[in-house]
């Protein structure tokens, strides 16, 4: 039989390739339920209590997994060994680089943030392998206070305002970056700033991709959704689509650009080159340009507009007003190509959402053609307090590891 042609009856699954497969899947249940017994993953998962002690040794010795204590489930028979996943050990790093700041994030197996170091930095026309190797050494100060934790973070994530492609930048407008390998300088760097230790394995993606899988990941569990649009408000706007629990990504891996929807042909020149697209009427920028407030104000810019929207002062009002409609004459179009359950404000809407919000679902209302969209029906909401970008980017390695346990454990025997 070829062996190339796809109609071709895949190949039996060898012992060791099923071991491998439960072990992530013993770990990610122990994981998602954080804590249970041997016995209650056996159950959950449907092998045997046999197998299942034994994959959960191999976790034990390997620092996967620790137990304690007794749990009482309320039937007759022993209580079991409470398990959970491990809080010291392999961890996520993740790296926001942004227009005016850089986030470092260190999380644990279990999904807790350890570390989170904020430099507020105006990145701008810098050359990439400065703001990079700025990056890189908040970075490991990040590593040094995970250590002291006891932690061991097994690979970096970066998270730009960028079309990511190949472990390269494709295009940042905002940052004013175009075909960077993102990837391997940000590696030289931290590196160059750790020549003892063992090389990290480092990884890129858009910011808004990261924010939106932190959503999806940390967000509110009593009314969570597992699609919708997700919309991240900076200097620039990101945006991002989950479907069913996936990350929709596009042919080319770059779907989610809404920023760049052009809402008026005649409008603004925007950094991409096109003119009148949706973040030059509704990004930081103009929000705070519309308000009378000088554009390039950044932190101090949008408390001074939040606290003149608080007050009723009716330039700020009606900026964060026109902002928000043009949002939801764009997003409108989005809910009709995607149906989503929700769209999910983030960055900086998120601060601003009761002033932005009633427009921006006035809009929607009017426009989604289904007739599901009323206002108040809370399709239209903040993002999660407990997820960001770096976040996002710290847990995607994190669930790498969970996925794949063995590998981790054969990379640091190499």
Same mark, same amino acid.
């Given at each position: 039989?070829?062996?190339?042609?796809?109609?071709?009856?895949?190949? &039996?699954?060898? &012992?060791?390739?099923? +071991?491998?497969?439960?072990?992530?899947?013993?770990?990610?249940?122990?994981?998602?339920?954080?804590?249970?017994?041997?016995?209650?993953?056996?159950?959950?998962?449907?092998?045997?209590?046999?197998?299942?002690?034994?994959?959960?040794?191999?976790?034990?010795?390997?620092?996967?997994?620790?137990?304690?204590? &007794?749990?009482?489930?309320?039937?007759?028979?022993?209580?079991?060994?409470?398990?959970?996943?491990?809080?010291?050990?392999?961890?996520?790093?993740?790296?926001?680089?942004?227009?005016?700041?850089?986030?470092?994030?260190?999380?644990?197996?279990?999904?807790?943030?350890?570390?989170?170091?904020?430099?507020?930095?105006?990145?701008?026309?810098?050359?990439?392998?400065?703001?990079?190797?700025?990056?890189?050494?908040?970075?490991?100060?990040?590593?040094?206070?995970?250590?002291?934790?006891?932690?061991?973070?097994?690979?970096?994530?970066?998270?730009?305002?960028?079309?990511?492609?190949?472990?390269?930048?494709?295009?940042?407008?905002?940052?004013?970056?175009?075909?960077?390998?993102?990837?391997?300088?940000?590696?030289?760097?931290?590196?160059?700033?750790?020549?003892?230790? +063992?090389?990290?394995?480092?990884?890129?993606?858009?910011?808004?991709?990261?924010?939106?899988?932190?959503?999806?990941?940390?967000?509110?569990?009593?009314?969570?959704?597992?699609?919708?649009?997700?919309?991240?408000?900076?200097?620039?706007?990101?945006?991002?689509?989950?479907?069913?629990?996936?990350?929709?990504?596009?042919?080319?891996?770059?779907?989610?650009?809404?920023?760049?929807?052009?809402?008026?042909?005649?409008?603004?020149?925007?950094?991409?080159?096109?003119?009148?697209?949706?973040?030059?009427?509704?990004?930081?920028?103009?929000?705070?340009?519309?308000?009378?407030?000088?554009?390039?104000?950044?932190?101090?810019?949008?408390?001074?507009?939040?606290?003149?929207?608080?007050?009723?002062?009716?330039?700020?009002?009606?900026?964060?007003?026109?902002?928000?409609?043009?949002?939801?004459?764009?997003?409108?179009?989005?809910?009709?190509?995607?149906?989503?359950?929700?769209?999910?404000?983030?960055?900086?809407?998120?601060?601003?959402?009761?002033?932005?919000?009633?427009?921006?679902?006035?809009?929607?209302?009017?426009?989604?053609?289904?007739?599901?969209?009323?206002?108040?029906? &809370?399709?239209?909401?903040?993002?999660?307090?407990?997820?960001?970008?770096?976040?996002?980017?710290?847990?995607?390695?994190?669930?790498?590891?969970?996925?794949?346990?063995?590998?981790?454990?054969?990379?640091?025997?190499?």
């Amino acid at each position: 039989m070829n062996s190339n042609d796809p109609s071709a009856a895949p190949s &039996k699954a060898d &012992k060791a390739t099923v +071991r491998r497969h439960n072990l992530s899947l013993v770990l990610r249940t122990v994981h998602d339920a954080g804590e249970a017994t041997r016995a209650g993953v056996a159950a959950r998962v449907g092998l045997t209590r046999a197998a299942v002690s034994s994959l959960v040794d191999q976790l034990l010795t390997e620092g996967f997994l620790t137990e304690w204590g &007794k749990t009482f489930s309320g039937q007759a028979g022993r209580p079991g060994t409470a398990l959970q996943v491990a809080r010291t050990g392999p961890a996520g790093l993740g790296v926001e680089i942004n227009i005016d700041y850089v986030t470092v994030c260190v999380i644990d197996l279990a999904g807790t943030e350890r570390v989170r170091l904020v430099e507020r930095t105006d990145n701008r026309g810098a050359p990439p392998a400065t703001v990079l190797a700025r990056a890189a050494r908040l970075a490991s100060r990040a590593i040094e206070s995970a250590t002291e934790q006891r932690l061991r973070p097994v690979g970096a994530e970066l998270a730009l305002p960028a079309l990511v492609s190949g472990g390269s930048v494709r295009q940042a407008p905002n940052l004013g970056w175009n075909r960077v390998a993102v990837e391997g300088l940000f590696a030289q760097a931290l590196t160059a700033l750790h020549p003892t230790h +063992r090389a990290l394995p480092v990884s890129a993606d858009n910011e808004a991709n990261l924010a939106a899988m932190a959503e999806l990941w940390f967000g509110d569990s009593d009314d969570r959704v597992t699609s919708f649009i997700y919309l991240t408000g900076e200097i620039g706007i990101g945006g991002a689509l989950v479907l069913n629990g996936q990350l929709l990504r596009g042919a080319h891996g770059f779907a989610g650009e809404i920023g760049h929807v052009v809402v008026e042909p005649d409008g603004p020149e925007c950094r991409c080159g096109a003119r009148g697209c949706l973040e030059q009427y509704a990004g930081q920028a103009a929000l705070l340009r519309t308000a009378g407030l000088d554009e390039s104000a950044g932190l101090t810019g949008l408390a001074e507009l939040e606290r003149r929207a608080r007050e009723g002062e009716p330039q700020a009002r009606n900026a964060i007003d026109a902002a928000g409609r043009r949002l939801g004459r764009v997003l409108s179009g989005a809910v009709n190509l995607i149906d989503p359950d929700a769209v999910i404000l983030g960055g900086v809407f998120r601060d601003l959402m009761p002033w932005l919000a009633p427009a921006a679902d006035e809009e929607l209302t009017a426009r989604v053609v289904s007739g599901l969209w009323t206002p108040g029906s &809370k399709r239209l909401r903040a993002s999660s307090l407990s997820g960001d970008a770096a976040r996002g980017a710290a847990a995607r390695v994190v669930r790498e590891v969970l996925a794949d346990p063995a590998a981790y454990v054969e990379r640091v025997a190499d």
